[in-house]
T-cell receptor, first 111, second 113 residues
Framework: KQEVTQIPAALSVPEGENLVLNCSFTDSAIYNLQWFRQDPGKGLTSLLLIQSSQREQTSGRLNASLDKSSGRSTLYIAASQPGDSATYLCAAFSGNTPLVFGKGTRLSVIA | DARVTQTPRHKVTEMGQEVTMRCQPILGHNTVFWYRQTMMQGLELLAYFRNRAPLDDSGMPKDRFSAEMPDATLATLKIQPSEPRDSAVYFC???????????FGEGSWLTVV
């Protein structure tokens, strides 16, 4: 059974800092891994999707990497801004098993 | 702007009452999910449909929860009878099948008193 873990649970950084959020998964036979953002009181917004054949995906200041062999993914946020403050969740998709989510990292970017 | 629509957005109900939550997936999406989110457990999958057929509802308490897709534009999640431990945010999401991004609704915030 797939398990997804995100560390740390919470992170506070000053504005402008580059940061890395971590995600690990137990079953390396994944089809893809997705990163989502959730603002308080809102649903989840998809940020990046990495297929199992890819090593990384980039969107603006965000870069997500995937290492299947080690069961890890990272989300890199460059030049963080207060508007980046949110909870970031990763989710692994394994074949017919729907997305399994981590519990998220709550990010606060301080101006 | 295509989006997943959920109703109601907020619901407060008394223990023992029936609760029905509805979801309109994005037009053309053939995969629909119901997730429940709590502080303690995070996001848990309750049910999963593809082409309106239920594929996985192993995460759903069968004695009180039921999920259906009467047609391609409507998914429902019903709780009968509701209990205080059912208080959570219930999310519906839709997508185009394996390997594709899934899109979440804004959630139905349920409080059972």
């Amino acid at each position: 059974k797939q398990e997804v873990t995100q560390i740390p649970a919470a992170l506070s950084v000053p504005e402008g800092e580059n940061l890395v959020l971590n995600c690990s998964f137990t079953d390396s036979a994944i089809y893809n891994l997705q990163w989502f953002r959730q603002d308080p009181g809102k649903g989840l917004t998809s940020l990046l999707l990495i297929q199992s054949s890819q090593r990384e995906q980039t969107s603006g200041r965000l870069n997500a990497s995937l290492d299947k062999s080690s069961g890890r993914s990272t989300l890199y946020i460059a030049a963080s801004q207060p508007g980046d403050s949110a909870t970031y969740l990763c989710a692994a998709f394994s074949g017919n098993t729907p997305l399994v989510f981590g519990k998220g990292t709550r990010l606060s970017v301080i101006a | 702007d295509a989006r997943v629509t959920q109703t109601p957005r907020h619901k407060v109900t008394e223990m023992g009452q029936e609760v029905t939550m509805r979801c309109q997936p994005i037009l053309g999406h053939n995969t629909v999910f119901w997730y429940r989110q709590t502080m303690m457990q995070g996001l848990e999958l309750l049910a999963y449909f593809r082409n309106r057929a239920p594929l996985d509802d192993s995460g759903m308490p069968k004695d009180r929860f039921s999920a259906e897709m009467p047609d391609a534009t409507l998914a429902t999640l019903k709780i009968q009878p509701s209990e205080p431990r059912d208080s959570a945010v219930y999310f519906c999401a839709s997508g185009l099948g394996p390997g594709n991004t899934i899109y979440f609704g804004e959630g139905s915030w349920l409080t059972v008193v």
